[in-house]
C-alpha cells in the first residue's frame, strides 16, 4: 500500500520540485523594495511569470550567495558587493549599474523636529534628537553614505553617540516610522514613499558630500531565462521610468 501510494504522489512532488527550481528568485536591496515591487508587477504584465523576491542588505545577499544561497540575481544597493561576487567567480559578469541613489534624512512628524535644507538646522534637529537610526555601514550602502555624510559635514561627534544601526535601510526606516528613532538616514526612494510619507518628513541631503550610491545587479551564474529577462527589463525605458518615478537617477 505505502509503495502504491508513493508511486502515485512521487511524480506529484517531482512537478512541485521542478517548480521550486524553476522560479527566479531574486534578492533586492531593502531601498528598492516600492520601487522593485512597480517593476515586478510592469514585468508580470509584460507575460512574464512570478518571482520569489527577498528583501534586505546588499552585504548580508553577498555573504549567502558566497555560501551557496540559491538567488538567480542580485539587485544591490552598491557597487562593491556585486564586483566582488564577480571576482569571486559567482556571476555571468560584472554586471550594470541600474540606478544612482540618493540619501535622505527624516523625522518622526510627532517628535516635534522640524528639518530643513540647511546645516545649522540639521545640527539642531541631531541635537533634539534622542535617537537616530542608520543601516549598519558594514552591510548597507545607505548606512555607509550616512556615516560618510556625517563625517564630510562635521556632525559626527555630536551625532554617533544617538545612533542605532540596523541590519538594512528598510529596517533603519522603520524605526523612524514606529518613533524608535526621531531621525533616521534613508534612501530618497523610501522616503518619498506613501507608507513613510504619512508619518515623516524628509530632506534631501546634498550628493557632494558622500560617494556616489551607484547601484549594480549581477545575474548570478546558473540563471534561468527568465531571470535573464528580468535582468534586461530593469535596463528598459519603462523600468528607467520607475526608477526615476521613486527619485533615483540612471544610466
Request: proline share 4%; charged share 20%; glycine share 6%.
Amino acid at each position: 500500500m505505502k509503495l502504491r501510494l508513493f508511486s502515485l504522489f512521487a511524480p506529484l512532488l517531482l512537478c512541485a520540485n521542478l517548480a521550486w527550481a524553476q522560479t527566479t528568485t531574486v534578492a533586492v536591496a531593502a531601498n528598492m523594495k516600492d520601487a522593485f515591487s512597480e517593476i515586478n508587477l510592469a514585468f508580470k504584465a509584460a507575460g512574464n511569470s512570478g518571482l520569489r523576491v527577498v528583501y534586505g542588505s546588499s552585504g548580508n545577499f553577498s555573504a549567502q550567495i558566497m555560501n551557496g544561497a540559491p538567488f538567480n540575481i542580485l539587485i544591490s544597493a552598491d557597487e562593491s558587493f556585486p564586483l566582488e561576487l564577480y571576482r569571486q567567480g559567482k556571476t555571468v559578469d560584472d554586471g550594470v549599474v541600474y540606478a544612482i541613489g540618493k540619501l535622505a534624512v527624516i523625522s518622526k512628524n510627532s517628535a516635534g523636529i522640524r528639518l530643513q535644507d540647511n546645516k545649522s538646522e540639521i545640527i539642531k534637529a541631531i541635537h533634539k534628537a534622542n535617537k537616530i537610526a542608520i543601516a549598519k555601514p558594514e552591510l548597507a550602502p545607505y548606512g555607509r553614505a550616512a556615516v560618510e555624510y556625517l563625517k564630510t559635514e562635521g556632525l559626527w561627534s555630536i551625532a554617533k553617540d544617538k545612533l542605532i544601526y540596523a541590519d538594512n535601510i528598510g529596517i533603519a526606516t522603520m524605526y523612524v516610522v514606529t518613533g524608535a528613532a526621531d531621525l533616521g538616514f534613508t534612501a530618497l526612494s523610501l522616503a518619498k514613499s506613501s507608507e513613510i510619507a504619512k508619518e515623516t518628513s524628509f530632506v534631501l541631503l546634498d550628493s557632494n558630500l558622500y560617494a556616489p550610491i551607484k547601484q549594480r545587479m549581477v545575474l548570478i551564474k546558473g540563471a534561468p531565462r527568465e531571470a535573464v529577462n528580468l535582468y534586461q527589463f530593469i535596463q528598459s525605458p519603462q523600468a528607467k521610468l520607475i526608477l526615476q518615478k521613486y527619485g533615483y537617477s540612471t544610466p
